[in-house]
Nanobody
Framework: QVQLVQSGGGLVQPGGSLRLSCAAS????????MGWYRQAPGKQRELVAD???????NYADSVKGRFTTSRDNAKNTVYLQMNSLKPEDTAVYYC??????????????WGQGTQVTISS
């Protein structure tokens, strides 16, 4: 079974930092793109950042300069380093694996989500 298991998250003060991890496991040959999405209460889920297997990154304008995503292809793990956190960053964060190749199929998968709360 392919699974994406997230870790990290929690409560931090404005200006603080947090690091999220997401590890994909199962019969995985490769993953084209791994990304991070977030959804705040009453708001639409939005892309925060993503990264290709080649290391190309993409960030939402709201997090550019503050967040950094990286990945370890050998471990099928993606990270999101969040710095200078703001209250508006409060949301449930989900990781996503796109173009996940199992050898017999190719699709996308979601992590379980983790709560990030920025509050003073």
């Amino acid at each position: 079974q392919v699974q994406l298991v997230q870790s990290g998250g929690g409560l931090v003060q404005p200006g603080g930092s947090l690091r999220l991890s997401c590890a994909a496991s199962g019969r995985i040959v490769s993953i084209d793109t791994m990304g991070w999405y977030r959804q705040a209460p009453g708001k639409q889920r939005e892309l925060v950042a993503d990264i290709t297997s080649g290391g190309s990154t993409n960030y939402a304008d709201s997090v550019k300069g503050r967040f950094t995503t990286s990945r370890d292809n050998a471990k099928n793990t993606v990270y999101l380093q969040m710095n200078s956190l703001k209250p508006e960053d409060t949301a449930v964060y989900y990781c996503n694996a796109g173009g996940l190749n199992t050898g017999s199929s190719r699709g996308y998968y979601w992590g379980q989500g983790t709560q990030v709360t920025i509050s003073s």
